[in-house]
């Protein structure tokens, strides 16, 4: 049995990730005391993706339409029930956006295993602020504001093998975290809108 190694490829500084077999990689090893390192990589990866021996990596989510569905229904009960705590009142039934404190606010959610925040491009432009809150835990969620500005500067572009590349781009937690403004705490009632 060929064990598969992930390594990340450097290529006219261009980084992708592949997955390569065990046998592969000795043979790069193996080449690079021979010749010039970069040629001999550059020459083994491409022959391999000919031959299907390496596979360039995606992050994929293994999300299926039935659970994407599922995600996108449980995002709209959390934003409703945060909203609701809030005060806020909903001004669009197809997106998370909110009137909360006078603020055009896109209330966006994100669970423990997906830590990540995504926005479309197009929404930006009409909202003050977007509020983030973060699942605990414990099962709370710590809220964060993020001005549209800052998104716009410091978001990331979702991978292209995603549907909403070029549409979208997101935050990790971490990101939300060091850029927001804190906004508290919350245990919310997530059966809300069920």
């Given at each position: 049995m060929h064990h598969?190694?992930?390594?990340?490829?450097?290529?006219?500084?261009?980084?992708?990730?592949?997955?390569?077999?065990?046998?592969?990689?000795?043979?790069?090893a193996e080449k690079a005391g021979q010749n010039s390192l970069n040629a001999t990589i550059v020459d083994l990866i491409e022959k391999a993706l000919r031959e299907g021996a390496a596979v360039p990596m995606t992050k994929s989510s293994g999300q299926t339409t039935a659970s994407g569905r599922a995600a996108a229904e449980r995002g709209k009960r959390r934003a409703e029930a945060i909203a609701n705590v809030l005060g806020g009142k909903r001004l669009s039934e197809t997106s998370n956006l909110f009137e909360i404190d006078g603020q055009r606010t896109l209330v966006k959610s994100s669970s423990q295993s997906n830590a990540r925040f995504g926005v479309y491009e197009k929404q930006l432009s009409e909202i003050d602020?977007?509020?983030?809150?973060?699942?605990?835990?414990?099962?709370?969620?710590?809220?964060?504001?993020?001005?549209?500005?800052?998104?716009?500067?410091?978001?990331?572009?979702?991978?292209?093998?995603?549907?909403?590349?070029?549409?979208?781009?997101?935050?990790?937690?971490?990101?939300?975290r060091k850029l927001g403004t804190p906004r508290g705490e919350l245990v919310i009632d997530e059966t809300v809108g069920v």
């Open positions: 598969k190694k992930r390594r990340n490829l450097t290529v006219a500084r261009q980084t992708i990730p592949v997955t390569i077999s065990q046998d592969l990689f000795n043979r790069v602020e977007i509020l983030c809150a973060s699942q605990t835990s414990q099962g709370t969620f710590e809220l964060h504001a993020i001005t549209p500005k800052d998104w716009d500067e410091n978001a990331f572009d979702v991978s292209p093998n995603v549907r909403t590349y070029k549409l979208q781009r997101q935050m990790s937690g971490s990101q939300v």
